[in-house]
């Protein structure tokens, strides 16, 4: 059953944590649950998109990741959002009633990237199928054109959607281009939530009006982005703009280490102590050298 709670604030992109030998290993599940609620004050998670490896797994996979999730949840988190997307649309619509089925607060979906829709029609046309398998659900688009180079712009996408797919409520807006965010918002941020999704960019979207977030470091560094989404309620536009400088600051020093889905399962099994396991080929584990550098890094960090 679909949430009733507004989908607003910090929503963490769960990393898949896997076993030593590359299985997924839900046994951590509940572990990570509470640590996002106690330690992160993070309430709402995006299972299966890029930090989760989503594409990278099989359906099965994905469908016993998004069950573990909800269930452990359950009465800890506000939204549990399900990506669904794949190259394959019935692959699609599989996880998508699957999701429904389960209790998915909402699911999410992802344009198909190796044949690529060249237009917005063909983008909704794809969309509205996926959307269709869940029809009681919200659903979400996840725009992320540097993976997917699928650069129909979102300010187009949105003009006459919700026609097109009636449950549709909003976008994880994965992209630098503020200027079609900014569109985005100011022709449609009373009837979709539009979560930003590049988080060393957070608080220029706030600005511009984001809903909310979605992103890979809430879930290690959630409790400092939340104390900048406080100050921003405040309108204390100095204190926030210091914690967005400060995680600005380990980003961009991890970014020139390179930096990437593993790294960042690296740096959560430091921080959390939850083993998040090695990355899926074709990523390849972090090294020792930027293990010791990022947590020693994070550790100098002083954002509170």
């Known amino acids: 059953m679909a949430s009733p709670k507004r989908l607003q604030g910090l929503i963490a992109a769960t990393i898949t944590p896997m076993t030593p030998d590359g299985e997924i290993n839900l046994s951590v599940i509940d572990q990570y649950v509470d640590y996002l609620v106690k330690e992160q004050g993070v309430k709402s998670i995006f299972v299966n998109g890029t930090t989760g490896e989503g594409l990278s797994l099989s359906t099965q996979e994905r469908k016993q990741l998004a069950e573990a999730w909800v269930t452990k949840g359950k009465?800890?988190?506000?939204?549990?959002?399900?990506?669904?997307?794949?190259?394959?649309?019935?692959?699609?619509?599989?996880?998508?009633?699957?999701?429904?089925?389960?209790?998915?607060?909402?699911?999410?979906?992802?344009?198909?990237?190796?044949?690529?829709?060249?237009?917005?029609?063909?983008?909704?046309?794809?969309?509205?199928?996926?959307?269709?398998?869940?029809?009681?659900?919200?659903?979400?688009?996840?725009?992320?054109?540097s993976l997917t180079g699928v650069k129909i712009r979102v300010e187009e996408l949105l003009d006459g959607i919700k026609e097109q797919i009636p449950t549709f409520q909003g976008v994880k807006f994965s992209d630098t281009d503020l200027l079609d965010f900014a569109q985005c918002v100011k022709n449609n941020k009373e009837q979709f939530a539009l979560l930003y999704g590049v988080d060393e960019q957070l608080l220029s979207a706030l600005v511009l009006g984001a809903s909310g977030a979605v992103g890979s470091t809430y879930n290690y560094l959630g409790k400092e982005n939340n104390l900048m989404l406080e100050a921003f309620a405040k309108q204390d536009l100095t204190a926030a703009k210091q914690y967005q400088?400060?995680?600005?600051?380990?980003?961009?020093?991890?970014?020139?280490?390179?930096f990437g889905v593993a790294q960042t399962k690296a740096i959560m099994t430091s921080v959390s102590r939850i083993p998040m396991g090695p990355p899926r080929l074709p990523l390849l584990n972090a090294s020792k050298d930027f293990i010791e550098k990022a947590k020693a890094k994070l550790d100098r960090l002083t954002c509170c």
Do not use: M, Q
Request: hydrophobic share 50%.
């Open 75 to 145: 009465d800890k988190l506000d939204h549990v959002i399900i990506h669904v997307g794949a190259l394959s649309l019935p692959e699609a619509k599989e996880l998508a009633k699957h999701a429904a089925a389960i209790g998915a607060s909402a699911i999410a979906g992802i344009a198909p990237f190796f044949l690529k829709p060249t237009n917005k029609d063909t983008l909704v046309a794809f969309l509205r199928e996926v959307a269709s398998e869940a029809p009681g659900v919200p659903f979400y688009y996840y725009h992320i054109p």
């Open 245 to 258: 400088l400060c995680t600005g600051e380990f980003l961009s020093f991890v970014f020139k280490l390179g």
